[in-house]
């Protein structure tokens, strides 16, 4: 009996603080454990000692019967105090150490959502500031408790227990790859998908592949674009033509308008020879008026077309932005031209006039009444 004791007090005192021991869950209580390591006691796990992150109750991350690895903290006569936590940590600073150096990718489920950022649990707690968690801002966090992000460590010290991780890197990383083969990839002339990230005051970033094409503001419709906004919106799904690519400097321009039938490609079936349209004056030039018929679609009126009278300039009938009637003279839409006349509507005008005279005067001879029925009234008078 007292050799056994003896063995049992040799066993104990051959432990240092420090020591790793493998042992078995032997009791669980709120706030600690009981683990049975094969010594003359019982270690205590205190609950600050299970893990780098909060826990509330031992029996979450505890059952008894379980066999961990636990490193010895405290050792007396009469006590014996181990750590889980420890144990993770000690593997885990290693592990992260190699993976800050080498840049590789580990994923890992949000443990809680905190102040500035998010925590997960590694071995130890890592911590992924906001700015840190994606490439846009992103106003709530709440949704991000449980879920698995992919994970690069940036920053480390061991000494402070200071672990910085960062999904963004990861995926700056694989935009960056997804944007240079994006940039090997097209060529002049390629239409393709796109989706609007940005309006400018002078066009709209296009994403067309892990890049930004910027549609300037003259390539975004047919007609004139007075603002962005008046065409896409951010989010939208646009198709575009690719009008240069400059790789080195990565910059693409592209085009809304050369994906969308020109306006001379419909005007064909809208205005045909002798139809009367309204339009706007746009601009005057010595030899007529430029009128717009359709958006992108101008017609000319000879300034021998604009009165029905000899004028010297057509300023002095027209200014820019006047609305006016015209009559279709011709169409040539292979040529992308379009006559038109305001003064055969004005002589069609003064005809009409001067023909319901005529008719009134015939009108009034058919109800029996003429020049002679009047003066012959007249002179029967005298008699």
């Known amino acids: 009996m007292v050799e056994e004791m003896n063995?049992?007090?040799?066993?104990?005192?051959?432990?240092?603080?420090?020591?790793?021991?493998?042992?078995?869950?032997?009791?669980?209580?709120?706030?600690?454990?009981?683990?049975?390591v094969g010594y003359k006691m019982d270690g205590v796990l205190p609950i600050s000692e299970l893990?780098?992150?909060?826990?509330?109750?031992?029996?979450?991350?505890?059952?008894?019967g379980e066999e961990h690895e636990f490193k010895v903290t405290k050792l007396s006569e009469d006590e014996l105090v181990l750590s889980k936590k420890a144990v993770a940590a000690e593997k885990a600073w290693e592990e992260m150490e190699k993976k800050l150096e080498s840049g590789e990718i580990f994923e890992a489920e949000v443990a809680d959502v905190v102040k500035g950022g998010l925590v997960v649990d590694v071995g130890v707690r890592g911590f992924i500031p906001a700015s840190l968690v994606e490439r846009h801002y992103v106003e709530d966090f709440s949704s991000y408790k449980g879920r698995t992000l992919r994970l690069k460590a940036v920053e480390m010290d061991r000494e402070r227990n200071k672990l910085i991780l960062s999904q963004r890197a990861v995926l700056d990383e694989e935009a960056s790859?997804?944007?240079?083969?994006?940039l090997e990839k097209i060529q002049e002339g390629d239409v393709i998908a796109g989706t609007v990230q940005r309006l400018t005051d002078f066009g709209a970033f296009v994403d067309i592949g892990g890049v930004?094409?910027?549609?300037?503001?003259?390539?975004?419709?047919?007609?004139?674009?007075?603002?962005?906004?008046?065409?896409?919106?951010?989010?939208?799904?646009?198709?575009?033509?690719?009008?240069?690519v400059d790789p080195d400097n990565e910059r693409i321009s592209l085009s809304i308008k050369d994906t969308l039938p020109g306006p001379w490609e419909q005007?064909?079936?809208?205005?045909?020879?002798?139809?009367?349209?309204?339009?706007?004056?746009k601009r005057l030039v010595s030899f007529g008026a430029f009128v717009e018929v359709a958006p992108g679609v101008e017609g000319l009126v000879h300034i021998s077309q604009i009165a029905n009278r000899h004028?010297?300039?057509?300023?002095?009938?027209?200014?820019?932005?006047?609305?006016?009637?015209?009559?279709?003279?011709?169409?040539?839409?292979?040529?992308?031209?379009?006559?038109?006349?305001?003064?055969?509507?004005?002589?069609?005008?003064?005809?009409?006039?001067?023909?319901?005279?005529?008719?009134d005067y015939q009108n009034e001879d058919e109800g029996g009444f003429s020049v002679g029925d009047m003066i012959g009234d007249q002179l029967k008078k005298y008699k």
Do not use: C, W, Y
Request: charged residues 30%; negative net charge; aromatic residues 2%.
């Open 7 to 36: 063995n049992e007090m040799t066993d104990f005192r051959s432990l240092s603080v420090g020591d790793l021991v493998t042992g078995t869950i032997a009791k669980v209580e709120d706030k600690q454990a009981f683990v049975n």
């Open 51 to 64: 893990s780098s992150l909060h826990v509330e109750k031992v029996s979450d991350v505890l059952a008894e």
């Open 177 to 182: 790859l997804k944007k240079k083969d994006t």
């Open 212 to 244: 930004d094409g910027l549609v300037h503001i003259s390539q975004m419709a047919h007609q004139h674009v007075e603002k962005p906004s008046d065409v896409v919106a951010e989010g939208d799904q646009v198709n575009v033509k690719v009008l240069s």
């Open 267 to 281: 005007i064909a079936a809208k205005i045909k020879q002798d139809d009367v349209i309204e339009g706007t004056v």
């Open 311 to 359: 004028i010297a300039t057509p300023g002095e009938v027209l200014s820019e932005g006047d609305t006016v009637e015209a009559k279709v003279l011709d169409v040539n839409v292979g040529e992308k031209r379009i006559s038109l006349s305001i003064r055969v509507l004005q002589d069609d005008n003064e005809e009409q006039q001067s023909g319901g005279s005529q008719d």
